[in-house]
């Protein structure tokens, strides 16, 4: 629309502008709410520390994903050597599924890790504009008249103004984020619960609910190539199967009827 | 001009930027009601580009307001139209 000119900019502008305290006087706001100050600084330090402690909780989810990848493989493995496709195919589904988790998960604690040291570099600064209000004022005080300092004063206040309610913006957003992450992991966590990580690949679990959603939501064609990756490396391949298994395969497995 | 990445800092920008970074702004805007995500973000990161790269941060003693406000560069386009078009506009 033609004339509306930086509208983005312009409303984006009047947002910060409501976050900040509409006072007559911004210099009295600025000068009088120190309490309000320490409010915030203390309020962007407990926000620092919530985002490190959702942080700290997706990494543990992320090393307990990792184990279970190591883990279904070596599931999947056992199972092909054993001759069971159906539960190498049920496990390296799994598999993938806790690795698209992991993707997402290495995703979401990079973006804390930016998170956090935005919010750490904000406090600094602002911490370091209140600081300079407090000298500026001052010297401006013994620099110039009574009326010319009051808008010297007043022009400064806003700038910090600005400041504060832009830590604010910044708060919100990073408390916001890590309350979708939170509830994300509740959920990965309530998943696992139900067993979807489950650390036994039970035999005979083939097709309960947890594997026809698996089924849905893992790439089947991810799970074949695995699976013939693994065929390949245990000698099962399309082609003759040479009937040695590797070193170090189980025991039990079942011996090879094979002709010799 | 002084021109505020919101939740990221605040810059010095040469007066003949500010041409372009209105045309951005409303190129931005129109991408935001047609709900083309891609062109939103190409042009939303093409205005942040601009102000980082023309842009000198104004130092921590430097107490100004900004002439113009960008949003977080984290804005979604879903956030973006809630702000900017219909009901989110707030009126001057």
């Known amino acids: 629309m033609a004339g509306m000119g930086g509208r983005m900019s312009v409303v984006i502008k009047s947002k910060i502008n409501k976050l900040l305290d509409k006072a007559e006087d911004p210099s009295e706001t600025i000068e009088y709410s120190y309490q309000k100050q320490m409010e915030l600084l203390q309020n962007v330090k407990k926000g620092i520390a919530d985002v490190v402690t959702s942080k700290k909780r997706l990494q543990m989810q992320q090393s307990k994903l990792q184990q ?5 493989d070596t599931q999947a493995r056992q199972a092909l050597s054993q001759n069971r496709e159906d539960l190498a195919r049920t496990a390296l589904e799994r ?35 209140l600081e300079q ?23 400064a206040a806003t700038g910090v103004g600005e400041e504060m309610a832009d830590v604010g913006l910044a708060m919100q957003r990073a408390q916001d984020k890590t309350e979708n992450m939170r509830a994300r992991a509740g959920a990965m966590e309530e ?19 947890i594997d026809r959603q698996l089924h849905e939501l893992t790439s089947q064609s991810a799970v ?3 699976l013939a990756k693994m065929k390949a490396e245990l000698g099962q391949g399309s082609g003759p199967a040479p009937g040695e298994l590797e070193p170090g395969a189980p025991e039990s497995a079942p011996s090879e009827e094979r002709p010799a | 001009m002084i021109v505020r990445i919101a939740t990221e800092g605040q810059f010095h920008l040469p007066d003949e930027d500010a041409a372009r970074l209105n045309e951005l702004d409303n190129q931005t805007v129109e991408a935001v009601e047609a709900g083309d995500e ?9 205005m942040l580009e601009l ?16 002439d113009v406000i960008l949003p977080p560069p984290d804005t979604t386009l879903e956030e973006a139209a809630h702000d900017f078009t219909g009901e989110g506009l707030i009126p001057d």
């Open chain 1, 68 to 72: 279970q990848v190591v883990k279904l």
């Open chain 1, 95 to 129: 598999k993938q599924f806790a690795q698209t988790e992991l993707q997402s998960l290495d995703q979401q604690v990079a973006e804390l890790e930016t998170q956090q040291a935005q919010l750490i570099d904000k406090e600094q600064k602002l911490r370091s504009k």
């Open chain 1, 133 to 155: 209000f407090r000298t500026k004022k001052e010297v401006i005080k013994a620099q110039y008249s009574a009326a010319e300092a009051q808008v010297k004063i007043s022009e």
């Open chain 1, 191 to 209: 998943l696992e619960a139900a067993g979807a990580f489950d650390d036994s690949l039970a035999l005979g679990s083939g097709g309960d609910d």
């Open chain 1, 224 to 226: 074949d190539d695995d």
């Open chain 2, 38 to 46: 891609d062109r939103f973000a190409q042009l939303f990161e093409e």
């Open chain 2, 51 to 66: 102000v980082r790269r023309d842009g000198t941060a104004l130092g921590d003693d430097e107490l100004e307001e900004s």
